[in-house]
């Protein structure tokens, strides 16, 4: 989402100014590229030189560049960005912009940009409170702008509570959703399974499998991004939740197969991206069984299938995407498995193909579609995989509106 796109990064005075190096790191990270313009009162807290050099263009600051003349114009610079963010956003810069003050480039800058534009605040926790500053924080979301908050901890005066800059990370997966918005998926329902599911064999032992969840939460990510109203149900992983998307827990197959079956209805892509077990015990102990002399067998009982179960109730209205990781005859699997759980398209990854599969952050995937036309990828960071996921749905969506 930040690939190529122009980003004007504000730098005022606070302490948490260092964290601008390490947001300037992320976004050329993420092939954006960047203009920095600093305070004056930034300056005593990190060098223009670190952030000229990180962000490999000059840092901007004032009006007047030399005097023969040459001066910054702060309306092309606001033409010029996709996004203007303010980072840290010190209580000051806050009420000049909220109420119109221009008496430097930044402000100048803000009042001339026609581009979204987000604010992170960091400042100490009284002022972080001060009913001054909370109203010139709804003043500017009401001018259309986006607050990110401050995040709790330790403060430099040593107080512990709201007004610390939010983390780079966070700052950035902010700044993915307030450019990722698409007309095309914008309020479009989406359900998405993610992870393994664990099917009991005792209080302590299970069945499963070696799925981590990345795919899915990447996949829900980029729905989010877009602006659609995302539903992520997944099993047991070690993915914190992320922001803006509801996350349903469960553990085995049949748990999600029920949570599935409840949505599935008021959805409008559906996508299976987990590793549900075929297979559960029949009977599960209620203690821990004991070893003992000998073999242990396990009788088995089939799962609901439940992309096959949900593709015998699937509208034209929906768009169903599946999921197949082969070893061997890779392409015949999933053209089967296309057709009979009536699926509009199956992402088709093998075990075959190295940094693709289970717990990689990388995949290499293919997109086989019910006319047999294929698109194949190279082997791309598991956030690019969604991407490329998402942007075959809007064409699917886009050839349902023609």
């Known amino acids: 989402m930040l690939k ?9 005075g606070s302490i948490s100014a260092y964290k601008s190096a390490l947001i300037i790191r992320l976004l050329v ?42 001066w910054t114009n702060h309306v092309e610079l606001g033409l010029w960005a996709d996004l203007v963010l303010i980072a840290p956003a010190s209580a000051n810069t806050i009420a ?30 009284d002022m972080y409170k001060h009913p001054s500053h909370l109203h010139n924080l709804q003043k500017l979301e009401s001018f259309g702008n986006t607050i990110i908050d401050g995040e709790e901890g330790e403060l430099a005066s040593g107080l512990n509570g709201q007004g610390r800059l939010a983390e780079p ?23 998405i ?15 499963s499998n070696h799925s981590s969840g990345k795919m899915g939460f990447e996949i829900a990510k980029a729905f989010r991004n877009a602006g659609c109203e995302v539903t992520l149900v997944s099993g047991p992983v070690s993915i914190p939740a992320p922001e803006g998307i509801k996350v349903m827990d469960v553990k085995s197959a049949d748990e999600m197969f029920d949570i599935v079956n409840s949505k599935f209805k008021l959805s409008d892509i559906i996508i299976y991206a987990a590793a ?31 992309a096959a179960s949900m593709g015998k109730i699937k509208t034209e209205n929906q768009i169903a995407i599946g999921f197949a990781l082969e070893t061997n005859n890779e392409e015949q699997h999933a053209l ?23 717990r990689y952050d990388t995949n290499k995937i293919s997109i086989l579609k019910k006319d047999g036309s294929k698109i194949v990828y190279d082997l791309k960071s598991k956030t690019e995989v969604a991407t490329d996921i998402l942007l075959e749905v809007k064409n699917l969506l886009s050839n349902q509106l023609v």
């Open 336 to 358: 089967i498995k296309l057709e009979k759980k009536n699926f509009d398209l199956i992402v088709l990854n093998s075990l075959q193909d190295k940094g693709a599969g289970f």
């Open 276 to 306: 549900v077990a075929d297979y559960t015990p029949e009977s599960v102990s209620n203690i821990k069984i004991k070893k003992k002399e000998g073999d242990m067998n396990i009788a088995l009982r089939k799962t609901k299938d439940i």
């Open 29 to 70: 990270k993420a092939g954006a590229e960047i203009r920095v313009i600093m305070t004056k009162p930034a300056m005593d807290f990190i060098t223009p030189l670190a952030l000229a050099t990180l962000s490999k263009n000059p840092v901007l600051s004032d009006f007047i560049k030399n005097e023969q003349g040459e």
């Open 96 to 125: 000049k912009c909220a109420n119109g003050l221009c008496d430097n480039l930044l402000t100048a800058v803000y009042l001339s940009a026609k581009c979204p534009v987000c604010f992170a605040p960091a400042m100490d926790l």
């Open 169 to 191: 990370e966070n700052i950035l997966e902010r700044l993915e959703m307030v450019l990722g918005k698409d007309a095309v998926l914008i309020g479009k329902k989406v359900l």
């Open 4 to 12: 190529n796109k122009k980003i004007i990064l504000g730098v005022s």
């Open 193 to 207: 399974t993610a992870g393994p599911t664990q099917e009991a064999i005792d209080p302590v032992r299970y069945i």
